[in-house]
């Protein structure tokens, strides 16, 4: 598909880079005409995606996690990717208050986040393989 | 992060941006707090953050639950249009008290 404009970063599972990561895609997005409010959302849903590679995609191994936003003809279009193990089930990961960890305090809302502040949100997995994350934002 | 302590009262002072990194150090020192200082109230003060995810719903949730074990209360103020969609859409104000600014917290929790 042609883009407008697209990028593509890449850096390591580090909790640390979940600021880096939200930051740079606003940065990039920053060149359409967005509002306050709009690159907010988007933020804050790539802060999710990332996070979740981050604590479930990984876990305790690590790896790199890949984050892709393309300027199409309406809005953005942002993938986050990583090579951990995997979702066994997604509906039931996508599901509000569903967490996998509750020791860690996830408050199972990140999915719900993604799917309230982007248009679109789909999630392609296999174990052992990894996840990919696209989200959908209409900019107009 | 600020921690003021008065009385009872334990006053959260976060500052900046408010996501799964930053929000394990604020479990340890907020827990830490309250476990070694008998409060039985924690106000969170977020006017000086910008940004927050899901990670701070968990981080909120995560310190009723310890007040609520306690018989304590969890209540914020200084919440922006942001943070305010975040804590709307995740149910969190039903369980705890959201308040303008400080004065009105620490009367409401007092």
């Known amino acids: 598909m042609d883009y407008r404009n697209d990028m593509k970063i890449q850096f390591p599972n580090r909790s640390s880079n979940e600021g880096f ?5 606003a940065a990039f997005v ?15 849903a790539v802060s999710e995606a990332v996070t979740n590679a981050i604590v479930h995609g990984y876990e305790h191994m690590k790896g ?28 039931k990961a996508r599901q509000p208050l569903y967490t996998s960890r509750p020791e860690l305090e996830r408050s199972g809302m990140g999915f719900t986040v993604m799917e309230t502040f982007m248009d679109e949100v ?19 | 992060m600020k921690l003021d302590k008065n009385g009872e009262t334990l006053v959260v002072r976060l500052s900046g941006e408010l996501d799964h990194h930053y929000a394990v150090r604020i479990r340890e020192m907020v827990d830490a707090a309250v476990l070694t200082g008998g409060f039985r109230r924690i106000i969170f003060d977020f006017t000086q ?22 018989g304590g209360s969890v209540s914020a103020f200084g919440i922006s249009s942001q943070l305010d969609k975040l804590l709307s859409m995740s149910g969190i104000k039903k369980i705890i008290s959201v308040y303008q600014n400080e004065q009105e917290a620490v009367r409401g929790a007092s």
């Open chain 1, 21 to 25: 990561a939200r930051v740079a895609v």
């Open chain 1, 30 to 44: 920053a060149q359409l005409d967005v509002t306050v409010e709009q690159l907010s959302d988007i933020k804050t």
């Open chain 1, 64 to 91: 790199y996690i890949t984050v892709e936003c393309a300027i199409t003809d309406d809005g953005v279009e942002i993938t986050v990717s990583d090579s951990g193990h995997g979702i066994g089930d997604i509906e």
């Open chain 1, 122 to 140: 789909t999630v392609t997995s296999a174990l052992g393989v990894g996840t990919t994350v696209v989200m959908k934002k209409k900019l107009s």
């Open chain 2, 49 to 70: 953050v910008g940004f927050m995810d899901s990670s701070g719903i968990g981080t909120i949730m995560g310190r009723y639950k310890l007040m609520q074990a306690i």
